[in-house]
């Protein structure tokens, strides 16, 4: 099977390079803007700037894959606030150019997408909940995923929430990343209470869109972890693993803590579906945790 990854130099990407590269019946193309930022490896790496509609349509066209992992996109929220025309070439206006030229190619697609499509007042969510983003990074993910779902192309949509892992030259953070660094520095840190989420190792997420894609299963499909945990939970989590001083860490709650953009509150989503349908098996907090050493 012939498979072709775009924001393959992102979290997820590098994990879905390195679980099909290993993978004898996969054919694999990783794309990503700018160089590749991985090592080398069995597959073929190719520039690719999914914004330029043109060179979209040529890759796709060239290597016509039978399917497309579609995870490039701006994941700065706050920044997405800020840079709202950049946030919609990235987040939609990219996404259209994707779906057109799977169905000329005639390629499954699987879309990557998010909880925060979601206002977070009755989480967790299960895959028929009513969407209702709160932030524009939410608006431009559902308007995307409403471009897959109006297709006419074998699609399935993956979504999941707040991922966590160890990659190579990242361009962002991720929460228990974060964490574990700032105590190491001995700095202290505040921590929500009152937001919920299922965090979602990045090799789990690879792993579960590798099931989607293997079996071309349609429709959407929630693959996160499956514990519910606020922040301040997850960052004492993380300060026991580590062995870190948990006295650095103070719980704080919307009330005293804003961001730039606004989060839905209680999210989190169940991953039923895709345990009963693909066997999907994600790991505990502590179990993915254990895996950022290695
Ligand atoms: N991280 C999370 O907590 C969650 C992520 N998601 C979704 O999962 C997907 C992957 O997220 P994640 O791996 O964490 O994101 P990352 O930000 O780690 O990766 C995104 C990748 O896309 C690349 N990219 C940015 N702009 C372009 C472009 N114009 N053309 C090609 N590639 C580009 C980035 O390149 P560069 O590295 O050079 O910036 C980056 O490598 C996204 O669709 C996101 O919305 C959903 C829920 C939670
Ligand atoms: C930085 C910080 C975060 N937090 C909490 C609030 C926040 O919701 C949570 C996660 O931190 P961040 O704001 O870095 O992560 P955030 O931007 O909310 O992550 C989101 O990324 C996009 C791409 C998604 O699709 C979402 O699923 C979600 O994962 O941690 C604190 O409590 N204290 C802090 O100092």
Not at 19 to 24: A, L, Q, T
Request: hydrophobic content about 35%.
């Amino acid at each position: 099977m012939k498979i072709l990854i775009t924001g393959s130099n992102g979290l997820l990407g590098q994990k879905l390079v390195e679980i099909f590269s290993n993978d004898s019946n996969v054919d694999l193309i990783a794309t990503s803007r700018g160089g590749n930022r991985l090592n080398e490896g069995n597959y073929a790496y190719h520039d690719l700037d999914v914004t330029k509609e043109e060179d979209v349509h040529k890759i796709i066209n060239q290597y016509s894959p039978h399917a497309v992992i579609h995870t490039a996109a701006m994941t700065n929220v706050d920044k997405c606030e800020d840079e709202k025309d950049n946030c919609y070439d990235l987040n939609v206006n990219a996404t259209k150019y994707i779906v057109e030229a799977c169905e000329k190619a005639s390629c499954f697609l699987l879309h990557i997408s998010t909880d925060f499509i979601f206002d977070g007042n009755n989480g967790p969510y299960d895959e028929n909940a009513e969407p209702n983003p709160i932030n524009y990074y939410g608006e431009t993910k559902l308007e995307a995923e409403k471009l897959v779902t109006s297709s006419t192309l074998n699609w399935a949509i993956a979504r999941t929430v707040l991922v966590y892992g160890q990659a190579q030259d990242m361009s962002r953070s991720n929460i228990i990343l974060w964490v574990k660094d700032n105590l190491e520095k001995g700095k202290a840190l505040k921590l929500v209470t009152d937001q919920l989420r299922s965090p979602t190792l990045a090799e789990d997420l690879a792993q579960g869109c590798k099931l989607i894609v293997e079996q071309k299963a349609e429709g959407i499909f929630n693959v996160s972890g499956d514990e519910l945990l606020t922040p301040y939970e997850m960052a004492i989590i993380t300060a026991d693993f580590f062995k870190l001083d948990k006295n650095l860490i103070s719980a704080v709650d919307g009330s005293t803590f804003q961001q730039r953009a606004a989060r839905p509150l209680k999210t989190g989503l169940l991953v039923d579906k895709m345990k009963k349908l693909l066997g999907y098996q994600p790991r505990k907090l502590n179990e993915g945790i254990s895996i950022l050493t290695k």
